[in-house]
Structures are given as C-alpha cells and as structure tokens.
C-alpha cells in the first residue's frame, strides 16, 4: 500500500481519482479493468479481507472473456476446479442414496458442447469467490489500486467544484476521515449504503424468505467417483425435516472435501438458531453416510430476492453488481453479472479521462446495463420457480408427511396416477436445463441507445422478443448486429503458426474493424480518424491471403456484411456499428467512420 493513502494526519481529505467501495467481484474486476487502462485510484471494504464465504462459484465464458482481456484467465483456469466437476447437476434422495434425475451441465451434453466451443475461447469454471476475490484484489493492487479493509464507508457529498467528498471511517484505528475524488463507484453490495443515499428506485417483487449456507469439511470423495457434478439437489420427501432444512442443495466447494449445504427453512416464519450439532445431525442424513465426519466452519444467511435499480448512476458516481441487481444464485448470473457491468464501465470512464470521448458516453452505462441487469434477475427467480416445480412434483411442499410418501410411492407405481407423476417429474426435470444450460442468456445481451450506432442497419435490428424467452435463454447465437458481442471465431495466417481468436484482435483498450478483400478503403479511414480523433483503432482483414484466414469459414458466416464491409468493434469487444459494404472512395469511407465514432463516443 503506498503511504499516500493512509490517512492523513492533517485532517485534509485524502486526494484520489477513483474511489470504489466494495472488493468483491464487482468492486475488484472494476479496479482491474481501471487498472489496465492506466487509471489509479482506492478500494475500501468494511470486512476484514476478501470474501470469507464461498457465495458465487461458476465462473462463465462471457466473464471469462473480460479478464482474459487483460491477462487473468490463465491464473483463474489454474486456480479453479474442471477436469469434470461440473459435468452434472443431480436429483437424490441423498449424497450416498438413490438418484432420481442428472442433467448434463455447463457445457457437458454432447448435443450441447459444440455451443459452447463456438461461442467463447473460454470454458465456463467453478471458481468458489474465496479463490476468485484474491486473484482479483491483488491484481488491482500490482497494476495502481490500493486497497484499504476494516474501513467503512459513512456517506458521500459534493464540494463546489463538483468533485465527490466520502466520509470513510477506520474500523481498526476508530478515526474517521474523508476521501475526495472524481468519481466513486458502489460496488457495496445488496445493502449499498450508496445506493441508499442516491435514493434511486428499485423495481422489487415480494421476496422469497431466506436460505441458510452452511460450509462444511466432509470427504465425499469415495461418492463422486459414480456422481460426478458440483450441484446436487437432496430431496427426502417421506422424512420429517427441521423447520431450518425443508429443502436442501448440496454445492461443492473443493473437489470432493468441502461443501456448502444450502438449506431452505420452512415457508412459516422461524425464528430459532439451530447449534452446530443440529446442523451436522441434518447434514448427516442428507448424506446418508454416517461412517463420513461431517465438520462446520460457517453459517450464513441471505435473503431470496428478486431487485433490480431502475438506473445505475448518477452524474459521477455510479453502482454495480448486487448493490443494482439482486436475486438467488439460479444460472450462476451473480458474479459474472458484476464482472460485465465492470469490463461495460471502465473502458468509458477511462476513454472520458483521458479526453477520447464526451463525458455524454458514461451516460450509456446504465442504459447499456440496466435492462441485462433485469433480465438476469427475472431468469433467475424463473429458475428458482423451476426448482420448485420438481419439489411439488415429489410432494415436498406439503407438510404432511404421510402425503409426502404416498407422492414418492406413486412415483414407482404402475397406475395412471404414477405415469401422470413421473411425466410431471420429467417435464419439471427438463424444464431446468434453462439452468445449466443457459448459454443465451450468459452471452446473448444486446445493448442499444446512444454508444451503438444503428442508423446504417437495412432493418430495425433490436431485439424483438424479451431476453427471457425460452429459446434466447437456450441458444445464443452469434451475430454482428451493432450491439452485440463480437462472434468469436478461430483465425490463423496461410502458414499456419497457431490460432487466434476475433475476441484477442479485438479489445486491449482499443476500438477494432474487420474487414476483407477489398476493404483497403477502411483500412486507410481507419488510420485517418484515429490520428483526427486520438482514439486507437486497429484494424484487421479477414480472409483468403489477407492479414488473417478465416480458417474454418466460419467469420463468413457470422460476419453479417460482404467481403469489403466493416465491423467496428468497441474496447469492451461489442459491436458498435457495421457497414456493408466499402464505400465509393477513401475520403467517403473516412467521412463515414469519423461520423459513427463521434457519436459513439459523444465527441
């Protein structure tokens, strides 16, 4: 830690640019990506140190590309858990017992892994946040941002010359002081202290109670080696439960020794603090092992919600990540969200600082990311309903335990009533591969509003459906449409020296265009506007003996413009606009390109 940043002893405010409050995933990937573009600036977080609870875990090709962006993605490989431990997600009477359903996960149906392979370089990974939050934090603290614990953010002011006046206060040495800076960021989480004073709306729907992790050493190995998965559904419909674990979701945490066991108190209110006896008696029998020692280190509690802020920001200061969007951990959308809102962000407060676009294009944050932010918080109370679709199934949600067993006999029975049961089981069983295998609703966002430029598209090219629909949330398809993500494709030179990804031509902090044969006219505007605008702007022609080769034909397909047609694509690796095809002269194209990247970029 630089000693700049320590407290002053003169009673001055402490002078930054940058002021994030929070090192979570959202916090810490912002002052990463901050970092990378050459800002500086301070991180706070009341607790003691990074994340003590491994709350999000599954890391997703779309978050995946933006820390590979800047170097992050081998560390983050390593550090994970693959090699199969998300293959499935299950169903069972018990961690040892009968199954009652798998589904292939994250990637791992045969009819599914060629999505995956063709959508991202990257593989989705289990990454549990107390591994995922150091890699992060330290990172930003090598490359410009220091980091300050056991501090407390108090509230924030604006002083006469509009810079940002936060009142932070030790927790260690009991002394409080203030930070000013140009910007702030609440990365705060649910209960945002930030978010609370900026008093903007939240679009809330009536919670869903409360679930409980417990984090437990227990050495299931001998198990997973016929049960392979890291989510495991426990259902026990015929036994009586404690009111603090009606339901049950068994989570690995570290292959195949520490678990987190997600139980879901009974609907009526409960009050009671379970000791740690009870919760290792319970888990044992959710087990059903008792040769397993089953050992505590914690307990947390969190609230089932479904919220999201109607806008992001407010002149200079802006939030992310749980503190704007909350909801339960269905499709592993929590982390990754935060992560994209980061990557969304930092490339425009970076280009604003340093003069290559108007302070207009930080206005497009929230625009851009509000409506994904809604998005995801509905697929994931969606999925939750899901959930429950298979537990009513199995007549979990009643509380009579003699109707409980009677549903779970007529699973096996050969009567109408039990093949109508096992359809309802199976229809509710597969309903939740929107779950596990969610790939348009990781990587299909479609960002529109001012920082995309559509007036050249043939057509309105918006999405016409909500982000929701059950094909959009399945499949994710490729496109060069302005505002979306750019298709990766694998390319290579015509002797072939290893391959490279659309994704890794583009972003590093720069914009890009694609084009092809005959596109020499973009090449030539593209050099122009970047010396006018002072904005980088590599440029790379895709095709038969071009800079690249378009390997497997595929950047054909996906390209959507003609050879000599354009794809300009933004820092953070989205689509901002395309032409298509190369315009009459060099000077029409240089016109053209001027024209599009002045209003992207608010100039």
Known sequence: MRKEHFPPASGKPLEVDCLIVGTGPAGSSLACFLAYHGLKGLMINSAPGTADTPRAHITNMAALECLRDIGLE????????????????????SMAGEEFARLYSWGSDPRRKGDYELASPCLPIDLPQTLLEPILARHAVLHGFDTRFNTSFVNFTEDEHGRIVSTVHDDLLQHQYTIRSKYLFGADGARSRIMKQLQIPLI???????????????DLTNLMKTRMGNLHFILQPDRPHPDFGWLCIARMVKPWHEWMFILFPHRKLWDAKPSNEEYIQHIRSLIGDPSIDVDVLSVAQWNINEIVAESYSRKNVFCLGDAVHRHPPMNGLGSNTCIQDAYNLA?????????????????SYSIERQPVGKSI??????????????????????EDTEARQRAMQELSQSTPAGAARRKAFNTAIETCRHEYHGLGIEMGQHYIGNAIYHDDEPVDTRPSEGPNTSDRVLHYVPSTIPGRRLPHVWLDVACPRGMISTQDLAGKGTFCIFTGPGGENW????????????????????GFRQDWEDVYMEWARVRGVEESGCVLVRPDRFVGWRCQDSLDSKDTCKQKLEKVLSAILQK
């Open 204 to 218: 809330a729907q009536p919670g869903k109670g409360v679930a409980i992790n417990v984090l437990v050493k227990a």
């Open 523 to 542: 090449k030539a505007a593209a050099t122009a506007v970047s010396q006018k605008l002072s904005v980088p702007i590599n440029v790379f022609s895709i």
């Open 347 to 363: 490339w425009k407060i970076a280009y604003v600082e340093k003069g290559l676009a108007g302070p207009g294009l930080l206005d």
């Open 377 to 398: 918080v509905t697929r994931a109370n969606e999925a939750f309903e899901h959930q429950m679709q298979v537990w009513e199934v199995l007549g979990l949600l009643t």
């Open 74 to 93: 081998e560390e983050i490989m390593r550090v994970g858990n693959a090699d199969g431990a998300m293959q499935h997600t299950r169903w069972c009477y």
